[in-house]
């Protein structure tokens, strides 16, 4: 009593405000844990929140224990941690760091207990467990420093050509092929550690709400072009970055602006071969079935899955990594001379639906092109409401035609504008062909009175093309609504989420690869594919390689569509919701890396505390989730869409290092919640005969879509990190060779803060790689501001430069014919989610 008479009315207070903290925290984890329980969860929890609310109830007595048994929660808590999350820091974070904050907490309430030997014990135990939680963290932060680094370094095999002197960046992804691989060497693993700032251009770009900064500057003897989300295209001195002209359309900035690049012209482009064959632009009997070329698979046996159709026959040689599939396009050592205006052209699409021919010397318009130097891309589109269709990627200039494709607003209502893709001539801007896939024998402009079939899949994307081919490989989207398709046309079944080739010189259909059948997912192909020389067996065949944002890598013989490894179709979950359906089976690439869809389960859940971690669990819980073909679900019960509508892999496409034969890929990891509402606007029945052409007055869609990111209640990402990587393939053995995580934790934090921390986590980000024959690789679409170099032998970061605010953009290399210096350059606009938007070309160069 006499110990009990010392303890005045303060320590009284605070014990019962302290406890009293102590035992909401508890009560919150209880209920929650309850809830979790009753939908099948961990019971962790409830156990923990119990004894938590026990310690705090104590605690409001100045009870001495109170501290031992909040020590067997920590006790407890980090065995069950290590148990689930494993020795990983970033698991462990929100499982260990609050709760020992927490115990630290504690220790400051314990001395209001009576003095005597078991409060003693009591504080001992608290600070030990809750120093131990702490230092197994810190014990784990430094393998995220090495994460999914190579243990054996991936080895040049000498198979590829030499390293070039000079190198121009002629189109989006360097070659026609889109292999964004720079055969130059100047920069390499050993000096890329040397790199500077050589110099800083500003576009004047204002920062706009729905722009940003994608784009990927092209570079063709001295001059570098860049173009800015409003389509404003500068010419600016490759060696000082000054500017040397602006050309601005004067376009009305929308709910989303983006230019991912220009095209150029300047007649030597590679000629392209007749591409011959018969015309195969008939669409199937069939809307639900793909087309006879298009079916990546045959359906897997009981037994096992079935061998796909085998490739073409290659010539036999030792197997080799392959090269760049395009032939090189030939640089001259000086900047091409002068010529008459308009010899070299600069060609830009806006966001207002033109397509712009500029002298490439003085940016003046071309006026032998189209009007006045632009040809208006509304013509036959029909009925086109302000941003529901315009131009947001590269234009494709392949011989004397530049090829155009369209986006289209997203879930907005039946019947929107074509997904077309058309050709011009790039001197007159006549029109050179059309594939219109719901109407293959319109191949120009649509009959007069028509329109080019509305509400097809079309193509956002980049094409690809091989000149030897005469085929250009066109990346098409799925049809809108992208969730709801139960009124989709049999073409736009038949070609939805494909790859599609056409001749170049007619735009005639010749094979199609679907990847994903009846897309209510919105997983329609977002990279421009690669061409490449891919290892099989007895040598190398001509390959098309396409990522996917379901995490596939399909790697077709792009000659006939084959596939050249093996895709079986695999049986997906049912249960649409009423009046939709879904496609018994999908294709799956079974001998190529699946990337970034591991199958969720509730320990992959995360928070920054176990408090929002728990919400994420009970969330999960609640969530329709099969994996990753999980139909969308209702407003009672949505569904968790893994990997989201950004990917698994996205616009950004890959890189591939053909002198060690490593496909280099970055991803998302990020999933989303969607539920489809039934519409109030009055139900709209449209027959077969109807579907490709709704009239205007039918356009409302049966049930509307929404999908957001799956957070916690303080923003933080439901699934524990990575949510964005950088992969290495070999193709030879189809296997990872490393995959570390892009980007740290400085600009991420709970409530959209910044926490600083200079920690791996791999974060959000769509752009792509560049890599080059230096053995280095380039990529800056991070949420923290950085330029980044990564060493193609392992994955380890060799070299990073900050900058004035995030990129998303690709960043892109050449050698200045003027100095023979070489170049690395990248735009930086600001992260697609952060607040900091800037207008930033920047290059490096070695001192």
């Known amino acids: 009593m006499a110990a009990e008479k010392t303890v005045g009315w303060p320590a009284r207070i ?70 689930e999350g494993g020795f990983q820091f970033w698991p462990l974070v929100p499982r260990l760091f609050a709760p020992a904050v927490l115990g630290l907490f504690i220790l400051l309430v314990i001395p209001a207990a009576p003095k005597g030997r078991l409060r003693d014990q009591s504080g001992w135990a608290v600070a030990a467990l809750s120093v131990a939680c702490v230092g197994v963290l810190g014990a784990a932060a430094p393998a995220t420093y090495t994460w999914g680094q190579a243990e054996f370094p991936a080895q040049i095999t000498g198979a590829a050509p030499p390293a070039d002197a000079a190198s121009d960046w002629r189109y989006y992804g360097r070659d026609p092929g ?78 989303w602006n983006r230019c991912r690049g220009v095209g150029y012209w300047d007649g030597s482009q590679p000629k392209v071969a007749l591409s011959g064959g018969a015309d195969t632009t008939a669409p199937p009997a069939k809307g639900a079935t793909p087309p006879a070329k298009a079916t990546p698979a045959t359906p897997a046996a009981k037994a096992g899955p079935a061998p796909v159709a085998k490739a073409a026959a290659a010539p036999k040689a030792a197997p080799a990594p392959a090269k760049p599939a395009t032939p090189a396009v030939q640089v001259a050592a000086a900047p091409p001379p002068a010529g008459p205006l308009c010899s070299r052209r600069v060609i830009s699409s806006t966001i207002d639906a033109r397509l712009i021919a500029l002298d490439a010397r003085t940016g003046q318009r071309c006026p032998g092109f189209g009007k006045d130097g632009v040809v208006d891309l509304s013509t036959g589109i029909g009925e086109m409401k302000p941003g529901f269709y315009f131009q947001t990627s590269t234009p494709t200039v392949i011989g004397n035609n530049v090829i155009i494709g369209g986006w289209v607003m997203d879930n907005r209502e039946l019947g929107e504008p074509s997904g077309v893709v058309r050709a011009f001539n790039v001197v007159t801007g006549e029109l050179a062909w059309a594939w219109d896939l719901g109407a293959p024998e319109t191949d120009k402009l649509p009959p007069e009175g028509k329109t080019y079939t509305r509400g097809t899949p079309n193509v956002w994307s980049t094409a690809a093309f091989d000149p030897d081919l005469g085929l250009v490989y066109l990346p098409v989207g799925n049809a809108t609504p992208d969730y709801w398709g139960s009124h989709r046309s049999m073409a736009s079944e038949a070609y939805s989420s494909s790859i599609v080739a056409v001749d170049a010189a ?154 060690r034969g490593l496909l280099i890929v970055g991803d998302v990891r990020m999933p989303q919640i969607v539920s489809l509402k039934k519409s109030d606007k009055p139900e709209v029945a449209l027959t077969r005969a109807d579907q490709d052409r709704p009239p205007p007055s039918l356009k409302a869609i049966a049930y509307k879509a929404t999908n957001d990111w799956f957070l916690s209640p303080v923003f933080a990402p439901c699934v524990q990190p990575p949510h964005g990587m950088l992969t290495a393939i070999d193709v030879r053995t189809r296997q990872i060779v ?52 990564y060493d193609n032998a392992t994955g380890k970061v060799i070299w990073q430069s900050p900058l004035p605010v995030a990129s998303s953009s690709t960043p892109m290399t050449y050698v200045s014919p003027k100095t023979g210096k070489q170049y690395v350059v990248v735009t930086a606009g600001g992260a697609s989610m952060s607040p900091d938007k800037g207008d930033y070309v920047i290059a490096y160069a070695l001192p």
């Open 14 to 83: 605070w014990a019962a405000i302290g406890g009293g903290l102590v035992a909401l925290v508890g009560a919150v984890i209880l209920a929650g844990g309850g809830w979790l329980i009753f939908l099948d969860g961990s019971p962790y929890y409830m156990l923990a929140g119990a004894a938590i609310l026990a310690s705090g109830v104590m605690l409001v007595r100045r009870h001495p224990a109170a501290g031992l048994l909040y020590a067997v929660v920590l006790a407890v808590t980090l065995g069950w941690g290590l148990w």
């Open 178 to 255: 889109g292999a964004r691989y720079a055969p130059i060497d100047q920069i390499n693993r050993e000096n890329v550690d040397d790199l500077k700032v050589a110099w800083t251009f500003r576009t004047g770009e204002k920062p706009n709400r729905g722009s940003q900064d994608q784009n990927t500057p092209l570079q063709v003897g001295d001059t570098v072009y860049v173009c800015t989300p409003t389509n404003v295209v500068i010419a600016v001195d490759a060696d000082s970055g000054k500017e040397k002209w602006r050309q601005d359309p004067k376009v009305k900035p929308s709910f």
């Open 506 to 659: 007619t735009g005639k259909m010749k094979w199609a690869f679907q990847t994903v059948h009846h897309d209510v997912w919105d997983y329609d192909v977002p990279a421009q594919p690669m061409l490449i020389d891919f290892p099989v067996k007895g040598g190398t065949a001509p390959a098309l390689v396409q990522l996917t944002k379901r995490g596939q890598i399909f790697v077709l013989d792009r000659r006939t569509g084959e596939p050249l490894t093996r895709v079986v179709e695999v049986r997906v979950p049912g249960g649409a919701q009423p009046g939709e359906w879904v496609f018994p089976t999908q294709p799956y690439s079974v001998e190529m890396p699946t990337i970034g869809v591991e199958k969720l389960t509730e320990k992959m859940m995360w928070g920054a505390t176990p408090l929002d971690q728990l919400a994420c669990r009970i969330r999960f819980q609640q969530l329709r989730y099969d994996g990753d073909f999980t139909p969308p679900g209702s407003p009672e019960r949505p569904s968790l869409q893994y990997p989201g509508n950004a990917g698994g892999m996205n616009w950004g496409s890959g890189a591939y290092d053909a002198r």
């Open 738 to 789: 490393w995959q570390v995580p892009a980007g740290t934790a400085e600009a991420q934090a709970p409530f959209g803060l910044k926490s600083h921390l200079p920690i791996p986590i791999g974060t959000i980000g769509l752009g792509g790689p560049v890599t080059t024959a230096g053995g280095v690789t380039f990529r800056s679409a991070t949420s923290d501001p950085y330029l980044r170099a």
